[in-house]
Every structure is written in structure tokens, then in C-alpha cells.
């Protein structure tokens, strides 16, 4: 908001001056003849620069001259570009993060931000097509497309915290290699896992490779088991090429299942 200087009192929109009896202006606010804004202040000889909208007093840019038209910029309240730029670049924002998991809160958050800025600045612009009132159309607009986007990735991210849920937590079991060999450089292990857990399960079994005496990982294979039901033993198999003689397998982890199929290296 402009400083103006001290001098006519503040404005009521709902009891502007009037003019006298003659049909001059009369000292005090009246409706801005100019049609630049809502009120302007005459001082009994003429007009005056002091004009108001909504309540807010500003210096008119243009002063009392007449003819040129407003700029978008002119009589806007100096805050209210800020506030209608931000409300536009959020509502972006929102859209551009809202579908990512987890990040989605942010998203809604920035739409929301985007909105209630923008419906601050459009209640309270000057002119319907300033720089203010239509940058504020688009940080609604955007905003609102924004809550869209982030009510879907809130969605998305309920289920892919799920996916990793069930991977990280699977049902208890009980997991053996029951056989280790390697044949021309191909490793074939064999093994069963029982469900020992309350439901029915799937799992993803990680066997590690080493050398033959020694703790030296070579290599790591996984074979996914599915449906095995409460108290049922299933058994096993994978093979994995390898540049050993002599190897060991052992079971290394046992978690559930790949989250849509994509492995989560440890």
C-alpha cells in the first residue's frame, strides 16, 4: 500500500461526500469521476490525488490527469502482486509435486496456499484484469487443479506404503538351503520355507553366494514364493552363474513380496 500524506481523513466507502447545492464538488470523498477507482478525495477547489478501493487509501499514479489509460500495474495495493505472484507460483508448485508419494502433502499444502491467496487478492483487486486479479486466477486455478493432483498422489502414496509394508514385514517363517552345488560355473541351491505366521504369506528369499571357507560374498539370487498358507512348507529352488569352484549358500534375508515386482537390493 502507497504512503500518502497526512491530510484528509480515512475513507468510508458507504458515506462518500456529496456534491453542494451548486454541483461542486464539496470537501471529502466522492466517487472518483476519473473511473480510476472507487473514491477520490476533493479538497473544496479540486481534485486531489488521494483515491480509495475497498477501504485502502493510495496515491493515484496518474494524479488528476485525465485521458491516458491505467496501466495493468496502476492502483494496485503494492502487496497485492506479491501475494497474487505467490499464489500463482504455489499452485504450480502444487501441480508439479502433488503425484510424487509422500511429497504429496506438500503438494496439498501449497495448493491450498495457492487458493487463499488468490481468493485474498481477486476480493480485493482494484481492476477485474490487473496483474494482481489475473495472476490470482491462475494461482486458483491452479491450486484447485493442484488439490487434485495431490488427492492422487496422497492415494498413491497410502498404497505404495502398503507395498512396503508387506515387504518389510512378512510372516514369520522358518527358511533352510537344504543343498548347495555349482556345476560349470552355474550354482543350483535348494531349500524350504515354512509359514509359521497367523495368514497366508509371500516371500522373496535372498540366498547369498561366497566362497567355499570364507565370508567373502560372491553373489546374491532371489526367488519369489507365493500363497504359502499357515503352517505349510514349500520348497525351493534357484541358480545363478558364478566364476567359483567351490561355493556355500546361505539364506540371508526373507522378506515379502517385491513391491510391483521391482527388487530392492541390500
Not at 3 to 16: A, K, W
Not at 245 to 254: F, G, I, K, Y
Request: net charge negative; proline share 7%; glycine share 12%.
Amino acid at each position: 500500500m502507497s504512503t500518502i500524506p497526512q491530510g484528509p481523513e480515512v475513507p468510508d466507502p458507504q458515506r462518500p461526500g456529496v456534491p453542494d447545492a451548486a454541483g461542486t464538488a464539496s470537501v471529502g470523498w466522492h466517487d472518483d469521476p476519473l473511473h480510476r477507482f472507487e473514491l477520490r478525495y476533493h479538497n473544496g477547489a479540486a481534485w486531489t490525488a488521494d483515491v480509495s478501493t475497498a477501504g485502502d487509501r493510495f496515491v493515484d499514479p496518474l494524479g488528476t490527469a485525465p485521458g491516458r489509460p491505467l496501466s495493468p500495474l496502476d492502483g494496485e495495493g503494492a502487496e497485492r502482486i506479491p501475494r497474487a505472484t505467490a499464489s500463482m507460483v504455489l499452485g504450480i508448485v502444487a501441480i508439479g509435486i502433488g503425484w510424487f508419494p509422500y511429497i504429496a502433502v506438500a503438494g496439498a499444502v501449497c495448493a491450498i496456499v495457492a487458493i487463499a491467496l488468490g481468493i485474498s487478492v481477486r476480493r480485493r483487486a482494484t481492476t477485474p484484469g490487473s496483474v494482481a486479479a489475473s495472476r490470482a486466477r491462475v494461482g486458483i486455478t491452479t491450486g484447485l487443479v493442484g488439490l487434485v493432483v495431490a488427492a492422487a498422489g496422497l492415494a498413491f502414496t497410502f498404497v505404495v506404503a502398503r507395498a512396503l509394508d508387506r515387504y518389510s514385514n512378512p510372516e514369520p517363517n522358518e527358511t533352510v538351503v537344504t543343498s548347495c552345488g555349482v556345476d560349470d560355473g552355474v550354482v543350483t541351491a535348494t531349500g524350504e520355507l515354512t509359514n509359521v505366521g497367523d495368514g497366508e504369506g509371500d516371500f522373496t528369499v535372498r540366498v547369498a553366494i561366497t566362497r567355499s571357507g570364507t565370508d567373502n560374498l560372491h553373489r546374491t539370487a532371489s526367488v519369489e514364493i507365493d500363497d504359502v498358507a499357515v503352517g505349510a512348507t514349500v520348497a525351493f529352488d534357484l541358480t545363478i552363474e558364478v566364476a567359483l569352484d567351490e561355493v556355500e549358500c546361505t539364506v540371508v534375508d526373507v522378506d515379502g513380496p517385491l513391491p510391483y515386482g521391482l527388487d530392492i537390493p541390500t
